[in-house]
């Protein structure tokens, strides 16, 4: 099954209160303590979290009294996939879809080239889902058309 970690969803989870806090303040900061409260979280693990966020240049740390988080762009202009990238490294449906030379049958494999492409699907997915967006419920799918439904029914 292909999951994003714990830890990688946990971090949309601090990311998307950081957004939604600083929405209408944007030099706020959070502390720690205060995403992990809000987020309901352990501090100790947002604290964990937010390490490889700024390193990804994320979000911006702040120290002293007053020190705390902040997105380091607005939320609109971060997509997911640097979110996911930030927590596990690059994404990679198989080993050789993102490193070459690993596999003793990489030569002659004959799904190489469609599990790469099945990657760049997903990794563009996640590229186009901006954490602003996460902040909104998603849109309900429409109401099936069920006079379709049946008149198919009947057609067959």
Known sequence: MLRVTKLTDYATVVLTVLAAQLDGVPDAVLSASELA???GLETPTVSKLLKPLAQAGLVEGFRGAN?????ARP???IGLIEIVEAMEGPLGMTECSVHAGNCGIEQ???VRANWRRINDVVVEALRSVTLAQMLSPPTPPPEPDTR???LRLANA
């Open 67 to 71: 020190g705390g988080y902040r997105l």
């Open 75 to 77: 939320a609109d202009q």
């Open 108 to 110: 002659q494999c004959g």
């Open 37 to 39: 409260e809000r987020a």
């Open 148 to 150: 379709r439904i049946a």
